[in-house]
């Protein structure tokens, strides 16, 4: 069986946090770690993936500097997105190898694993063909019954990945009680039809992210068939590979 440590890191530029991960994956792929997840949430940030199209970021620079917001290119799949306190961010370090080596299947997990989440709160989701990610109706919350027969649409959840050697990076951000008003800035993975939402604007009921990373490991345990470890907080600690527990 598969063994995941899940760390909880708390709130985290993502600068340093992309270095982390990096880090990580470098150690994954040579065998020096095992397998881990973090949760987290960041302060307010912009990050262009290898797709992001130009005005796809609709302020410019010192306007984004003035509201606190930090802009990063990464090496992530998609366009263009936001992370912001409230937030539940999870990066998946894990080698696939050998029996999950399919990245269709590994984005439909996280996918999974996000739609689990929501679903405690009472909401249906699901996914959309040819836009990556999680989907709600937010007339009919309840109720989702796919793209072609939904009143209205909105994206709670948000997934990027890369892969190297079948050892992943990146992965999923949940809207739960993120200010979604942050979202005038970008638009948000090139999608300008369907507005985005989140937990707090559905069910009206404010959770905290760390309670919904509890949950999130629950699933990640469930969906990728492995034992994940409880979350360990590392919130105060420095992000370098102290992180992990001992081997």
């Known amino acids: 069986m598969r063994h995941i440590a899940a760390i909880w890191l708390g709130r985290r530029r993502y600068a340093d946090v992309h270095a ?6 470098a150690s994954r792929r040579a065998g020096l770690v095992g397998d881990v997840a973090l949760f987290l949430e960041h ?25 606190g917001v ?35 299947r590994y984005v439909a ?5 996000m739609q689990r989440v929501v679903a405690s709160e009472g909401i249906d989701s699901g996914p959309v063909d040819g836009m990556v990610g999680l989907w709600v109706a937010p007339d009919s919350p309840g109720r989702w019954r796919g793209a072609q027969t939904a009143g209205t649409m909105a994206k709670i959840g948000a997934i990027g990945v890369r892969m190297s050697r079948w050892v992943t990076m990146h992965g999923f951000a949940l809207n739960v ?71």
């Open 20 to 25: 982390l991960q990096h880090e990580l994956h």
């Open 109 to 113: 997990d996280l996918t999974r694993v």
């Open 177 to 247: 009680t993120i200010d979604l008003d942050l979202y005038r800035y970008i638009v948000p993975c090139g999608i300008s039809a369907y507005p985005v939402t989140s937990i707090a604007q559905i069910t009206a009921r404010r959770q905290t992210v760390l309670a919904m990373a509890q949950r999130a490991r629950d699933h990640l345990a469930a969906v990728f068939d492995a034992q994940v470890s409880d979350l360990v907080d590392r919130s105060s600690a420095p992000l370098d590979l102290g992180i992990l527990p001992a081997r």
């Open 43 to 67: 302060d307010p940030v912009i990050t262009l993936g290898r797709g992001s199209r130009a005005g796809h970021v609709l302020a410019s620079g010192p306007e984004l500097e003035r509201a």
């Open 70 to 104: 930090d802009l990063e290119s990464v090496g992530r799949g998609g366009d263009v997105t936001l992370h912001a306190p409230g937030q539940l961010v999870c990066y998946p370090i894990l080698d696939l190898n050998p029996d999950r080596r399919d990245v269709r």
